[in-house]
T-cell receptor
């Protein structure tokens, strides 16, 4: 596609529920990144895919968070047993090759856990 | 590990005035440096990037930034600010295959 698409744009869920956030990167971009942005903060790295494999998942805060990219294109970030502290904007970005090319970001998914 | 410091949380400038947003980084090797802008409710848009070569880089919307290795800085400048420049600005550092590390951002307000 022309840009990075993230769905849904907003998600409200109850504490303890499971959520999935989707990212559709720019066609041909091999690298895909997930970041989390809390209010008043900069984006914080969660996980990075190169192709289908997670090249670096060191930013995932705990084992409730998981992400997949089975065909090397669309990625899904999955959060189990959501907590109020998970409320944030989840940003997805893609790039051609490595980070040095600069990322193209999606508009994000605002997750609110009530 | 890389880190980025943006010392100014919030800056207010008058329309037409010049602007400089500060960014200091920590990285062991030559970094790749970026500035992004985020308008309310939007994703981040790349303004400019530095990889190597000329230390003064030009970006979109009339912005420029200067890499100063001796000061570990990559400050963003604009000679004349427009009201539409009001937004959040993020500096980021990266290298090779490591994901970008972002600063906490500087919020820019523009007054008439």
């Amino acid at each position: 596609g022309a840009g990075v698409s993230q769905t849904p744009s907003n998600k409200v869920t109850e504490k303890g529920k499971y959520v999935e956030l989707r990212c559709d990167p720019i066609s041909g971009h091999t690298a895909l990144y997930w970041y989390r942005q809390s209010l008043g903060q900069g984006p914080e790295f969660l996980i990075y895919f190169q192709g289908t494999g997670a090249a670096d998942d060191s930013g995932l805060p705990n084992d409730r968070f998981f992400a997949v990219r089975p065909e090397g294109s669309v990625s899904t970030l999955k959060i189990q047993r959501t907590e109020r502290g998970d409320s944030a904007v989840y940003l997805c970005a893609s790039s051609y090759g490595t980070a040095n090319y600069g990322y193209t970001f999606g508009s994000g998914t605002r997750l609110t856990v009530v | 590990a890389q880190s980025v410091t943006q010392p100014d949380i919030h800056i207010t400038v008058s329309e037409g005035a010049s602007l400089e947003l500060r960014c200091n980084y920590s990285y062991g090797a030559t970094p790749y440096l970026f500035w992004y802008v985020q308008s309310p409710g939007q994703g981040l848009q790349l303004l400019l990037k530095y990889f190597s070569g000329d230390t003064l880089v030009q970006g979109i919307k009339g912005f420029e930034a200067e890499f100063k290795r001796s000061q570990s800085s990559f400050n963003l400048r604009k000679p004349s600010v427009h009201w539409s420049d009001a937004a959040e600005y993020f500096c980021a550092v990266g290298a090779g295959n490591t994901p970008l590390v972002f600063g906490k951002g500087t919020r820019l307000s523009v007054i008439a």
